[in-house]
């Protein structure tokens, strides 16, 4: 096996562990909703200050990245990870406890997104960094496929606090495995010198793409968050039900990572733009259309075509500056970003608490989650104006 190949493998592995905690939570919600007597605004915040956190330490954590190199800040983001999961298992005795925990696991998740993305770039030519970033993305499809599944069955035989105590003993052994498997990365004081001048946070491609990526996670996190709640409460389905429903949802986002990588790469290069404004609209109708679904199949069938679109219009977004911008700016480019999406998973569940509490509806929450996809549609759109203007002037 290739080192670049077992790289891959090892970094995708790690990416489905964070992305399984994201995952876990939501139908972690229901138990903890229970034992300690939580309403759908606190259950909201629990989720949002993860996100918060995640937020605010993803710019220091890109930074990190090209200061001391990714393997460095890899090992660092799964091993807090793993730690604050463990500790949010065995000591969450109290909302205070729980809504701590949360907080700092998501100081752990914050570093991982720009390390991996540092690690691709720093490996691969950029006629495949495409591609390779997608098998990555595509970790959050293989996570909410076999997550739901794994969750609906550890939290009925192990428990909530059990759950997070194996996700987290499993993050890092996965930490350790990083130390021997993934090679270095020299860091010159030229290249940091370099990163400095290049006026990354004036880019207004960037700033466009910021806006684009904090709009399409607040459906993503959103409906992570409260679909599980949305679909037993609302829909009378059993928990067993609505696993497999959003199980086919992450069978929709891991397909749409591996096929929009590869053909965004092959056919639209240059034409993103485009292919992003298409796929969120098509996106925004279908989740809309979840909620007036009336059976298990309806519902799963509009859930897979929306996460499809959602997925492919993140990752669009998301793979953009990896083929236009240097290497040496890379970690703090893609933490840039990532904040855009991680204060979209801070902001989505924070709202939507406050509406179910509001109007004892998912109704409005529904309608709030479309119109955030349309808006990461039309955030690109200056982009495809000067893209028809001048070819090739994506970024």
């Not at 909201?44 to 996100?51: E, I």
């Not at 809504?99 to 950029?126: D, E, M, Q, W």
């Amino acid at each position: 096996m290739s080192k670049r190949l077992q790289m891959i493998g090892l970094l995708l592995f790690g990416y489905t562990i964070v992305f399984i905690d994201k995952t876990v939570i939501g139908f972690a919600l229901l138990p903890i909703e229970k034992e300690f007597d939580l309403s759908a605004q606190q259950l909201g915040y629990l989720t949002g200050l993860f996100f918060l956190t995640y937020s605010c330490f993803q710019i220091p954590a890109g930074w990190l990245n090209d200061r001391i190199g990714y393997k460095k800040m890899l090992i660092i983001s799964l091993a807090l990870l793993g730690a604050f999961a463990l500790c949010f298992g065995l000591l969450g005795a109290s909302l205070g406890l729980l809504l701590l925990f949360r907080a700092l696991s998501g100081i752990g998740h914050a570093g991982y997104p720009a390390s991996c993305a540092k690690a691709v770039v720093s490996n691969f030519p950029p006629a495949q960094r495409t591609f390779a970033q997608s098998i990555l993305l595509s970790s959050a499809g293989l996570a909410m496929t076999i997550g739901p599944v794994l969750a609906v069955w550890a939290l009925s035989q192990f428990g909530w606090r059990h759950s997070f105590v194996t996700l987290g003993v499993v993050a890092c052994l996965v930490a350790l495995l990083i130390v021997v498997i993934i090679p270095g990365q020299t860091i010159s004081r030229t290249s940091i010198q370099a990163a400095k001048q290049q006026g990354l946070f004036k880019n207004k491609a960037l700033l466009l793409m910021f806006l684009s990526i904090f709009c399409v996670n607040i459906p993503n996190y959103g409906m992570m968050a409260w679909l599980p709640k949305f679909l037993v409460q609302h829909m009378a389905m059993p928990v067993s039900v609505s696993g497999y429903i959003i199980a086919f949802g992450g069978f929709g986002i891991w397909l749409s990572s591996l096929a929009t990588g590869w053909l965004v790469g092959k056919y639209f290069d240059g034409k993103e733009a485009r292919v992003i404004m298409t796929c969120a609209a098509i996106g925004a109708v279908c989740i809309l259309a979840i909620y007036y679904m009336t059976s298990p199949l309806s519902a799963a069938l509009f859930l897979f075509i929306g996460q499809v679109c959602l997925m492919a219009t993140f990752v669009t977004v998301f793979t953009l500056p990896m083929k236009r911008l240097p290497e040496n700016i890379m970690g703090s480019a893609m933490g840039f970003i990532n904040t855009g999406g991680t204060l979209g998973g801070f902001v989505s569940p924070i709202v939507m608490g406050y509406l179910v509490n509001a109007t004892g509806s998912f109704h409005s929450a529904f309608i709030f989650l479309s119109v955030a996809m349309l808006c990461a549609g039309l955030a690109i759109l200056p982009l495809y104006v000067r893209t028809a203007a001048t070819p090739r002037a994506a970024i």
